[in-house]
């Protein structure tokens, strides 16, 4: 994989993904939610499918890889895709009238990110997620969530090796701001 080219190629399908998805779901009238993700981590896009039961729900995120870039670290973020099945645990409905889920999941993630050392790779691994999401106006999907990763960058810079995805564990204390609207 060429250096310069490898991100944006990786971007291009990843995003060709993360659209095929929504639009296969959007056809199906299940009521998919698109919208977009905040984190100290980085920024980017978020969807969530409902599965076929309804109960559950497929949630998925493609955003730039930022942290070691904000503290001074690194020069160029990296790119990660993640896909979670998300299962809430409890539910209800506020006093307002406003539907509500808290939420875990496991799921993968892979991308092409920096670590600590400024190598950059590609990654894949398993990560979980927890947290709390609010229905709003029955349109508008507003959650704040934990997410921890525990995966695998593959550097082939000068010697081929293999190390821990730093960010995915070390920051994991640090929430997600998803804001969606609902289809």
């Not at 993904?17 to 199906?28: D, E, H, Y």
Request: charge should be positive.
């Amino acid at each position: 994989m060429n250096v310069k080219t490898g991100p944006y190629a990786l971007t291009a399908v990843l995003a060709a993904f993360f659209l095929l998805a929504c639009f296969s779901a959007s056809g199906k009238g299940r009521g998919f939610s698109i919208g977009g993700t905040a984190a100290f981590q980085g920024i980017g896009f978020s969807a969530e499918i409902p599965d076929r039961s309804g109960a559950a729900f497929h949630s998925m995120t493609l955003t730039d890889d930022m942290i070691f870039v904000l503290v001074g670290e690194a020069s160029f973020p990296g790119i990660k895709g993640t896909w979670h099945y998300t299962i809430p645990f409890k539910s209800g409905v506020s006093r307002y009238g406003h539907r509500y889920d808290f939420y875990a999941g496991p799921g993968i993630t892979a991308g092409y990110v920096r670590n600590r050392d400024n190598r950059r790779g590609l990654m894949s691994g398993v990560t979980v997620d927890a947290g709390f999401r609010i229905l709003l106006d029955k349109s508008t999907v507003i959650s704040l969530e934990f997410q921890a990763d525990m995966a695998l960058i593959f550097k082939n810079k000068d010697n081929p090796n293999l190390s821990l995805y730093e960010s995915g564990y070390a920051f994991s204390y640090l929430p997600h701001l998803k804001i969606m609207h609902k289809f």
